[in-house]
């Protein structure tokens, strides 16, 4: 059996990163994460909420990911219990809103992570104005831009399952 690599964690953008956009991932698609989870500690970050994150990847999605931060990460689950959220509507009161305060993007589940040397994130939309771009260009991230979940298969598997 694989061992785990300590102080790496490989995180995922859900639509077009892991399944089409807006559709449910493929069986083949959660078998593999499955498998990635044997040797890296694995999370998902989507802009959606748990319930469309959890029709995407299934009803137990908090429990099949080490770490999963839907709303760009302002609700956080660690081995399936909730470590952490923060509500816009807190925030902003009863205002109906359409972007994000600064710093409310897909970064902000970097907070829950300081424990991982190595972050690397796959996702989609990294270019310049895609909700996947702030993470990519994180110092504290390793980003890599996929073109499908099909990509990122391939990308994971030689850069995690490659001996």
């Known amino acids: 059996m694989a061992i785990r690599k300590p102080g790496l964690i490989a995180l995922f953008d859900v639509d077009g990163t892991l399944t089409a956009p807006r559709k449910v991932a493929t069986p083949k698609m959660l078998e593999f994460m499955k498998e990635l989870k044997k040797v890296v500690t694995v999370g998902v970050v989507g802009g959606s909420d748990l319930s469309k994150i959890s029709e995407q990847l299934g009803k137990s999605v908090v429990n099949d990911y080490d770490y999963v931060f839907s709303e760009n990460g302002l609700v956080a689950h660690k081995d399936g219990k909730l470590i952490g959220t923060q509500s816009l509507k807190s925030f902003l009161g009863e205002?109906?809103?359409?972007?994000?305060?600064?710093?409310?993007?897909?970064?902000?589940?970097?907070?829950?992570?300081?424990e991982?040397?190595?972050?690397?994130?796959?996702?989609?939309?990294?270019?310049?104005g895609g909700n996947d771009h702030e993470i990519?260009?994180?110092?504290?991230?390793?980003g890599h831009t996929v073109t499908s979940p099909e990509d990122t298969v391939k990308q994971c598997k030689a850069l995690f399952m490659s001996n």
């Open 136 to 142: 990519y260009e994180s110092e504290r991230t390793e």
């Open 95 to 114: 205002k109906k809103v359409k972007v994000f305060p600064q710093g409310w993007d897909k970064t902000y589940c970097l907070r829950y992570l300081e």
């Open 116 to 128: 991982f040397q190595e972050i690397h994130f796959f996702g989609d939309k990294t270019y310049k």
